[in-house]
């Protein structure tokens, strides 16, 4: 339905070129679940799927580890282990192609199928570590924020650990944490985030600051500047609520409110309002960071509620099931959405669609009947 509606947003599109661009992209929105219809799998099937995936990440983790740890022999240069590179080098723990959020995604899937399971081997426990530190070193303040949420809710609701194991690996877990935010790179992240960002910075009283000439912008200048410089900098947060902004103003000046802007075809909208308020060039080329915003914004509001009730029904579903990875999947990918337009990226798309539908189509009355024999 959703890769429909894309479609056919062509004939209103703003930019009928870029529309058409991208429908290939989204294609697997139709044909996976197409496929889906035909078959269905088995619990145990999921279990092997998983498992390949799981294992899949380890080797890509391991042979980015040993990536950062030659380069850093090398250069000496300690970027090489953390987040990923900028626009003009190369010298983080991923390539900035590969974008460190996605791919601390992708690793947190894994790791919760080794940290999962009942009976765990040695190596299980080593593969969880080494998943945990990389997702760490990855330094995605979102993803990390979520990956120790759901690694909460494991030990207290979904762990058959008793009270007293659960509260001596929570403390455990918790130190570990500790003592990865205190590397200087991570700790660096969040404090900028933070010193920039923090709840004061909601209050006009709260100015940008001044770094090497650099006006670091807080959340409430994004919100209220009526002009901004090519010398401010957006932090993370900071520009996903000037996004915000843009599209709530372009939803009251702009008749997109059932139909959007056309798929991929927000963009020209975005590079108006950046020359309208002055910022750097390249801003505006920028998507809208937000994959419910960019929904509504490009395929109208019958878009963004198709994705919210295909998220309500993967979440309802995961606990109905009782299924931890079910459940890790959907969180991650509602929190996800709230800072990245995952599905307009055709890995964002593939993988989404995929594992959505192999969570989603378990034959689980086969599964309560082989139960019940």
């Known amino acids: 339905m959703m890769f429909l509606l894309m479609a056919v947003s062509y004939f209103w599109s703003i930019n009928k070129q870029e529309t058409l661009s991208a429908i290939p992209k989204e294609i697997v929105l139709l044909l996976l679940p197409l496929v889906f219809m035909k078959i269905q799998i088995s619990k145990s099937q999921k279990d092997k799927l998983l498992k390949y995936y799981s294992y899949s990440m380890v080797i890509l983790v391991v042979v980015f580890l040993l990536r950062a740890i030659i380069r850093y022999a090398i250069n000496h240069d300690s970027r090489a282990f953390f987040y990923h590179g900028e626009d003009y080098n190369d010298f983080g723990l991923v390539p900035k192609l590969l974008n460190a959020i996605h791919v601390s995604v992708f690793v947190a899937l894994a790791f919760f199928y080794f ?87 909601l209050s006009p009283n709260v100015t940008s600051t001044l770094e090497n000439g650099v006006h ?57 309002k950046e020359k309208k308020y002055n910022l750097y060039n390249g801003y505006g080329t920028f998507n809208f960071h937000n ?51 995952f599905l307009w990226r055709q890995r964002g798309v593939v993988f989404f669609t995929l594992l959505f539908c192999i969570f989603n189509s378990i034959n689980h009355k086969e599964i309560s009947n082989t139960e019940t024999k």
């Open 216 to 272: 670091n912008i807080s959340i409430y200048e994004a919100w209220n500047n009526e002009t901004f410089s090519p010398n401010d900098f957006f932090p993370g947060t900071a520009f996903r609520v000037y996004q915000a902004r843009i599209f709530f103003e372009l939803l009251k000046e702009e008749p997109i409110f059932l139909n959007g802007f056309g798929l991929n075809a927000s963009t020209e909208k975005l590079i108006e």
């Open 115 to 201: 940290f999962t399971k009942e009976i765990k081997s040695k190596i299980d426990i080593i593969l969880s570590f080494l998943l945990a530190a990389f997702i760490v070193l990855l330094s995605s303040k979102n993803v990390i924020l979520v990956f120790i949420f759901l690694i909460l809710i494991y030990y207290f609701y979904y762990s058959k650990a008793s009270h007293k194991m659960r509260l001596r690996n929570l403390i455990i877990f918790g130190g570990i944490i500790v003592i990865g935010l205190s590397f200087g790179k991570i700790k660096q992240r969040f404090q900028e985030e933070f010193r920039n960002n923090a709840p004061n910075s």
């Open 291 to 341: 994959q419910y915003i960019q929904n509504f914004a490009e395929i109208g509001v019958v878009g963004f509620l198709l994705l919210v009730i295909m998220l309500f029904i993967s979440l309802k579903n995961a606990i109905n099931n009782k299924d931890f990875i079910h459940f890790s999947f959907t969180i991650l990918m509602i929190s996800l959405f709230l800072t990245e337009s």
